[in-house]
Every structure is written in C-alpha cells, then in structure tokens.
C-alpha cells in the first residue's frame, strides 16, 4: 500500500535502459475501474507526459520503475481526463457532503484505490463512482442510512 502524497515527487526511471524520465506530478484516476490509470510526470520529455498504470514495473519509497522507453509511447494510450482528487470536495450520490479528500491509499502493485481519507473519516475505494473538476462523488454509506421512524 502506498499513499498518493508518498508517490508525489518519486523518480520515474526505465527499468531496461535505468533512464530518468521525470517525477510524479500526479496521479489520474479511472473512477470506472477505481484505479490509477496513468502517472502525470514532471521534468518528463514530451513523449512521456503521462505513463499508463500497466507500464509500471514497481512503486517504491525511492522510485517508480517502468518496462521501458517504449512503453511511454503515447500513440496507444487513452486516458481519462485527469481531475486532481486530492483537496477535492467528497459528496454521496445524493449530495450529502463528507469533507474533502486529504489522501488517497492505492494497492502500488495492481493501481487498486484502497481507501480516501477525508476530513470526515475513511471512505473504501470500491465507493468511488465519479471524479470531476467540482468533486468526488462516491456511494452512498448504507450502514450510515436513517432507518425510517414509525
């Protein structure tokens, strides 16, 4: 398990050639999958702006390793637009408010979202629906639903 402000900054280095390519700037989130599709690089030449998530060989405390210079090339990779969740407002389906994201716990092997802290408490990746430019929006706590009054 890794935290998205533990990976921001990392060194992004080729594991075939041990070329640096950049740094984490960020990391951008396919709420469909509830995954990291791809590192958004820092110093990075043009061509490797943007890395997919399946390029990755290892995230660690010091480095991000990738296959190679050829898995940065960007003709085969679409990625979904990148919205930065971290600082970003949490809200249910049905609009309830639960503070704002202050980290984001990821599985650095598989690129699985754990968890997203917030400022109202833990919420498991798996209910994450959505992330926009306003918010993200995640499935509604059943357990946190009112039973009605009789």
Request: a negative charge; proline letters at 6%.
């Amino acid at each position: 398990m890794m935290l998205f402000t533990q990976a921001q900054g990392l060194p992004v280095i080729t594991a075939d050639e041990a070329e640096p390519l950049g740094r984490v700037e960020s990391l951008t989130i396919d709420a469909h999958t509830r995954s990291i599709a791809c590192l958004r690089l820092s110093q990075a030449p043009k061509h490797a702006a943007a890395i997919a998530w399946d390029a990755v060989e290892a995230v660690g405390p010091d480095a991000v390793i990738v296959r190679s210079r050829t898995a940065t090339d960007p003709g085969q990779n679409t990625f979904p637009t990148h919205h930065e969740a971290l600082g970003r407002r949490v809200l249910t389906e049905d609009g309830t408010s639960h503070g704002t994201v202050k980290d984001i716990a990821f599985d650095n092997t598989t690129g699985q979202l754990r968890t997203l802290y917030t400022a109202l408490g833990d919420i498991r990746g798996d209910r994450l629906l959505g992330l926009g430019s306003y918010a993200v929006v995640v499935r509604a706590d059943p357990s946190l639903t009112k039973s009605p009054q009789p």
